[in-house]
């Protein structure tokens, strides 16, 4: 605590008038482990916004994306360069106690707030922000906003999985436009416009204001798409999380329509998260210090050793699980290099690299594997000199169904006349092993044995299934589940 109280320099005695104020009355012995929790964990939390009226800051980025002069739109509607308030150098003491007080209240007001333990009461209510908005009474303005929600939340039936959707019902419903910033409660209100970031944010602020316990949780990115996503999810009696879509839709109606590689749930609590420069962390792992990994909630997986074979061209303390998407290896899970890297709840049937990150580029610090339904590692050597070669021949057919010839133009199929790259995976990255032109609905390759492929149809434009060989001179192949 003494550290934290000494970053915040002057406004220190906003923070010690908190903790004061809970240690005068032993009943209030709760509600200065709340102060505690709050303040300890505020170090990295801030507002981040544009010293102008909202209306003309949503005004701008209404438009932002399809405008031709940007910085014109920018300059006429007087919007500068953001405003940053650190939490711990600016936040009052006044505005603390609110916040803990009104948290406090509905948490024991609710009839299902005794199923509620103090520990999720503190990441899932307690809370004064989610993101980096502008900070605001948005708790006041919540209660007041539903009010008369009052009644049916007394009931002694109700339950948070109940009062979540029918407070869900009441948000309104949002237009998708990307380029909205982090937004407070009256903002998110009032616009009705944003991402899917937003959306949850409005459901955390509406809930979290009359105790029902939500979270944020988001995917970095689905497999076989670019962009990641985000939602909530509700806690329920029995300490069982139910996810949902604030603003869209209820619990046990809302389907996740993309597989994902990863799950995390954004906490208020600091975690153990990467600690190194921002060049040197992957871009979907840029919020390790405020993450818990959730993965196990969704999908079936395996905690996996990973043998670290390759130096790195810079010294780190830190190693990367990337999974492969198309051609390209993403990042989602990191580990400490100790020679041998842990992870933990890596999606099954997927395959991976470990990597480094330095300076905005990434290198193989081992052998690729693939993670099947059991949660076996099946690794490919990259020493392809002492491989002996072998013949492969492919065939037009699915990897799904190897009965059929492929329905969907993915670039996997062989067709007579299109031009198509094979490509096998070496320690230097994707080496090709020659370009052909198909005679037939099959192709033939010199190859080296058991190793990792994938082949590209350059007249479609499109890359293939990636596969590896056995032993045998089979092909497997890899077909995210």
């Not at 709340?34 to 010293?51: H, V």
């Not at 039936?157 to 948000?171: F, G, H, K, Q, R």
């Not at 988001?218 to 029995?238: A, L, Q, T, Y």
């Not at 390759?445 to 596969?467: E, I, S």
Request: hydrophobic share 35%.
């Amino acid at each position: 605590m003494k550290t934290v109280l000494k970053q915040a320099g002057s406004n220190r005695k906003q923070l010690e008038k908190v903790l004061k104020h809970y240690s005068r009355n032993p009943a209030d012995s709760l509600k200065l482990r709340a102060a505690e929790f709050l303040i300890l964990n505020m170090p990295g939390k801030y507002s981040e916004y544009y010293d102008a009226p909202w209306n003309d800051v949503a005004t701008v980025f209404l438009r932002w994306t399809s405008s031709s002069d940007r910085q014109r739109v920018l300059d006429v509607y007087g919007l500068n360069r953001p405003i940053r308030k650190d939490d711990l150098t600016h936040i009052t003491a006044k505005y603390l106690i609110n916040n803990i007080e009104l948290a406090f209240k509905v948490w024991q007001e609710r009839p299902w707030g005794k199923h509620i333990p103090f520990d999720v009461f503190c990441e899932d209510i307690l809370p004064y922000r989610i993101d980096t908005e502008p900070l605001e009474n948005w708790r006041e303005k919540a209660l007041a906003s539903f009010a008369d929600l009052e009644e049916r939340f007394n009931s002694p039936d109700m339950t948070t999985v109940e009062a979540c959707a029918i407070l869900n019902e009441l948000l309104p419903r949002f237009r998708m436009d990307k380029d909205f910033p982090a937004m407070s409660f009256s903002q998110l209100m009032a616009s009705a416009r944003g991402k899917c970031d937003n959306m949850a944010a409005l459901a955390i602020f509406s809930m979290r204001a009359w105790g029902i316990p939500v979270t944020f949780e988001f995917s970095p990115k689905w497999i076989g798409n670019e962009v990641g996503h985000s939602w909530n999810s509700v806690r329920d009696s029995s300490g069982k999380y139910i996810h949902f879509m604030g603003a869209e839709a209820n619990p046990f109606q809302y389907h996740l329509m993309h597989l994902s590689s990863k799950v995390y749930r954004t906490t208020y609590a600091l975690q153990n998260g990467i600690t190194t420069t921002e060049n040197n962390i992957p871009k979907l792992l840029n919020k390790t210090n405020n993450t818990l990994d959730v993965t196990s909630n969704y999908m079936d997986v395996s905690d996996v050793e990973v043998e670290i074979k390759y130096p790195s061209f810079e010294s780190t303390n830190y190693v990367y699980l990337a999974y492969k998407d198309g051609a390209r290896w993403y990042p989602v899970a990191w580990a400490i290099n100790n020679g041998i890297a842990h992870f933990t709840s890596m999606k099954n049937q997927l395959l991976y690299l470990p990597v480094y990150y330095q300076n905005g580029r990434q290198t193989p610090a081992g052998d690729p594997f693939w993670l099947d339904k059991n949660g076996n590692k099946i690794s490919f050597s990259t020493d392809t000199q002492n491989s002996r070669d072998t013949l492969l021949i492919l065939h037009g057919i699915s990897p799904s169904n190897p009965n059929r010839h492929f329905s969907r133009m993915d670039g996997s199929s062989i067709y007579e006349g299109n031009d198509y790259e094979l490509f096998h995976w070496t320690k230097n990255g994707w080496q090709s092993l020659g370009i052909q032109t198909a005679k037939s609905n099959t192709l033939q390759y010199r190859v080296p044995q058991q190793a990792l492929f994938y082949v590209a149809n350059h007249t479609l434009k499109k890359n293939g299934t990636t596969f590896f060989t056995t032993s045998d001179n089979k092909i497997q192949w890899i077909v995210p589940q």
